[in-house]
């Protein structure tokens, strides 16, 4: 008989049990097992977002070097261009500057030569009659 009472006291504490404490525990555990999954859902969406950005990132950030490196190419092309125009028109004007020097020392040249003639002539005349005592 004790045995009987011990055994139906056992399985009633284990119902109370039940009710009152396993079932709210495993209740308690399920939704924490529920929230921990949808966490990790979560994060395994927003990480999918990021890695998404920042490949869409990495694409704009080759795509914008790439634009950048033509214009520079570009402009580094129109820069030569410039440059040797630049440098045509001062070879240019240095020679019409330096054939314009080379042509007034040439004048200037002749007209020295001209009258160092004059000259010549005038002081050879003046000697000769100095000389002869007559005029030519």
Sequence with gaps: MSFLFQLVNFLLLML????????PIRKVL???????????EKSATVDKEVQEK????????????ARATDE???LKKEAQTEEA???????????????????????????????????ALSLSS????KVLGRSF
Excluded: W
């Design 16 to 23: 109370v049990l039940n009710l009152f404490l396993f079932k």
């Design 30 to 40: 399920a939704d924490r097992k529920a929230e921990v999954s949808g966490a990790k």
């Design 54 to 65: 920042l490949a869409l990132y990495e694409a704009r950030m080759r795509e914008i070097k």
């Design 72 to 74: 520079r190419s570009v």
């Design 85 to 119: 125009a630049i440098l045509d028109k001062a070879r240019k004007e240095a020679a019409d500057t330096l054939s314009a020097i080379k042509n007034k020392v040439a004048k200037e040249a002749a007209d020295a030569r001209q009258l160092l003639k004059e000259q």
């Design 126 to 129: 003046e000697i000769c009659e």
